[in-house]
């Protein structure tokens, strides 16, 4: 493993910091009072895994509705911009449906982090595949190092019960040494470069953080994380929450072409997680991810993605204020003129309070999702990285035909910034003590599990300073990047 080896008391020592030991101290003695998340498994935060139809939600959301476009010259242009993306999805689409699998952009690691070239049609897809990343006879490492773990904890929680698959695990060695791998981290930092901000904004991309989650090892023929299209990082809250609508407001003003998906610095202070949902994200990602332990391809539980990251994004802001006038199977339902702006409806489609952004055929029609709007992406290897914006719609295939398992360690690409810190801060004490990562279905998680990892297993400086045992070095970057730096070490107790 790069970066984790079983330590000495000399190494233990080294690894902790006086100022390390204090802040951990503090975090172990507020161990009794810290908030978890209702106990559960990846099915509590997805509607259509956990069988529910979500109620209606209150006229507040008809009033908000109003709230935003309040005067009949904002509803007219509101619908002009309307009838206009429906256009431009109609020309997108097509082409998505016609290249397929193919569409997806690859870009090889040592190529990622030294050339430009890779950035323009990942900006406009939203998604992109780095091939080699991490040696694949590591990774295949690991993946046993994990299955050894697995089997010396059998009470591990995990999707379906009973035929665990998606597994309630944040803490293994491997899992750590993933998060941590130089190859990683260097990986994370690139493509966060394809964000910007205002330089006086407090974020940093350059200093990619931890966020800890599951791990999958789907099996052949399994169909049951039938997972379909969805948005992570709230879905109410995308509307609701000031802050994070500000990240679209372009798209309020009916100006959709002008959405700048890659401002990042609107979505510092943004709130994701108003309902404190099981699962729903409480950082800012950057980027959604996962690092591939297996090759697979296409009808063996590929990731399925919509490869169009403004346009896609536009319409699922737009969709709750029109309506359709005709049945979807009237020849004319797709057209512009067929659908009306509609005010007094409370509905948000597919928007749940306190669960993930889902989308399906009948509530986001115009991406024609089960019509080729959603394609499968290329094979993987292991140490292969797939990366996919934090507003990108996503999938798993419903089916796994395939003869091995699609196994994959989901890893994110996290800026930092001070909100992000203080995640760090709740997630470090979690880690310390074994529990479910915060954001995550709560319970005993790891803790009294043979083999958890320990902070005396992190050596590396950079992948420490990503989990917060690690002061960050001050004095460089941006002036917003300086002042950042300066109040995390400060949140962080160094």
């Excluded at 404190?276 to 950082?283: A, E, I, K, R």
């Excluded at 509609?342 to 509905?347: C, K, Q, V």
């Excluded at 999938?395 to 996290?414: C, M, N, Q, R």
Aim: net charge neutral.
């Amino acid at each position: 493993m790069a970066s984790i080896r079983t330590s000495s008391s000399s190494l233990r020592r080294a690894v902790l910091s006086k100022a390390s030991r204090r802040s951990m101290m503090q975090m172990a003695n507020q161990a009794s009072a810290r908030k978890q998340k209702t106990e559960g498994d990846i099915s509590s935060v997805f509607v259509s895994l956990a069988g529910e139809a979500p109620p209606p939600l209150p006229k507040r959301f008809s009033d908000l509705k109003k709230t935003l476009v309040p005067t009949t010259h904002d509803q007219e242009r509101l619908a002009h911009s309307w009838r206009s993306l429906l256009d431009a999805l109609k020309v997108e689409v097509a082409e998505i449906q016609e290249k397929s699998t193919t569409i997806v952009p690859e870009v090889s690691f040592n190529d990622m982090v030294s050339t430009e070239e890779w950035k323009k049609e990942v900006r406009k897809r939203g998604v992109v595949i780095v091939r080699n990343a991490i040696d694949d006879a590591e990774v295949l490492g690991w993946k046993e190092q994990l299955r050894d773990y697995i089997k010396a904890n059998p009470q591990v929680k995990g999707f379906p019960a009973d035929n665990k698959q998606v597994f309630e695990l944040y803490w293994s060695l491997p899992q750590l040494a993933a998060r941590g791998h130089p190859n990683a981290l260097a990986t994370q930092r690139a493509i966060l470069q394809l964000f910007h901000a205002d330089p006086s904004a407090e974020i940093s991309f350059n200093h990619p953080v931890t966020y800890a989650d599951r791990l999958r090892m789907r099996l052949p023929g399994d169909s049951k994380f039938a997972l379909g299209p969805h948005i992570d990082g709230g879905s109410l809250e995308r509307w609701e929450d000031p802050v994070y609508r500000n990240c679209y407001r372009e798209v309020l003003q009916g100006r959709w072409q002008d959405l700048d998906m890659w401002d990042c610095g609107r979505r510092v202070n943004a709130t994701t997680d108003l309902y404190d949902g099981p699962g729903q994200c409480g950082v800012l990602r950057g980027f959604q991810g996962w690092t591939s332990l297996s090759t697979t391809g296409p009808n063996e539980g590929a990731l399925r993605v919509f490869p169009l990251i403004k346009e896609a994004t536009a319409y699922l802001i737009l969709r709750p204020f029109f309506q359709p006038t005709l049945n979807p199977s009237h020849p004319d339902f797709f057209a512009p003129d067929s659908w009306k702006l509609n005010l007094e409806s409370t509905d948000f489609p597919n928007s749940p309070m306190g669960r993930a952004q889902e989308l399906s055929t009948a509530s986001h029609p115009h991406l024609r999702l089960d019509e080729g709007g959603m394609v499968s992406i290329k094979s993987v290897n292991p140490g292969d990285m797939v990366f996919w914006h934090c507003d990108g719609i996503h999938a798993v295939e419903k089916l796994h035909a395939g003869t091995g398992d699609s196994s994959v360690f989901y890893i994110p690409s996290v800026p930092l910034t001070k909100k992000n810190a203080e995640y760090l801060v709740r997630q470090r004490e979690t880690f310390l003590h074994g529990y479910p990562a915060p954001d995550f279905p709560g319970g005993d998680g790891e803790n009294g599990f043979k083999g958890v990892a320990t902070a005396e297993h992190i050596r590396d400086d950079t992948a420490r300073r990503a989990m917060g045992l690690m002061p960050f070095v001050t004095g460089q970057g941006t002036v917003g990047e300086q002042k950042l730096l300066k109040e995390v070490n400060r949140i962080l107790g160094f």
